[in-house]
């Protein structure tokens, strides 16, 4: 049974930093490119980053460029988004999602994504 579980999310003041993380079974990070989407309040679902072990490649929307860093432990199928400086616009539920390859994230609100896992509410504020 294929599963993504997003987790670490929390609240933190601007400036401040989360990990969040994405673990998943029933397939492996070669296999599938990982993605991240968020949801802020009243606003579409886009997603914002995504890593591709096979490519050995991680993109990054320019909003979040140089803040965000993704990374993957492949030995324990878990891809994770480190979020330094956060500002109060990164306030949003964050999802991982899997697919072949990124080409459908950036950008995107995540149609055509293969397996979705539940959010993880981030909160930035003072």
């Known amino acids: 049974e294929v599963q993504l579980q997003a987790s670490g999310g929390g609240s933190v003041q601007p400036g401040g930093s989360l990990r969040l993380s994405c673990t998943v079974s029933g397939f492996t990070l070669v296999d599938y490119a990982i993605g991240w989407f968020r949801q802020a309040p009243g606003k579409e679902r886009l997603g914002i980053s995504c890593?591709?072990?096979?490519?050995?490649?991680?993109y990054y929307l320019p909003d979040v460029q140089g803040r965000f860093t993704l990374s993957s432990d492949n030995a324990n199928n878990t891809v994770y988004l480190q979020m330094n400086n956060l500002k109060p616009d990164d306030t949003a539920v964050y999802y991982c999602?899997?697919?072949?390859?990124?080409?459908?994230?950036?950008?995107?609100?995540?149609?055509?994504?293969?397996?979705w896992g539940k959010g993880t509410l981030v909160t930035v504020s003072s």
């Open positions: 999602a899997a697919h072949e390859g990124c080409t459908i994230v950036l950008g995107l609100r995540g149609f055509g994504m293969d397996y």
């Open positions: 890593i591709s072990t096979r490519d050995d490649n991680a």
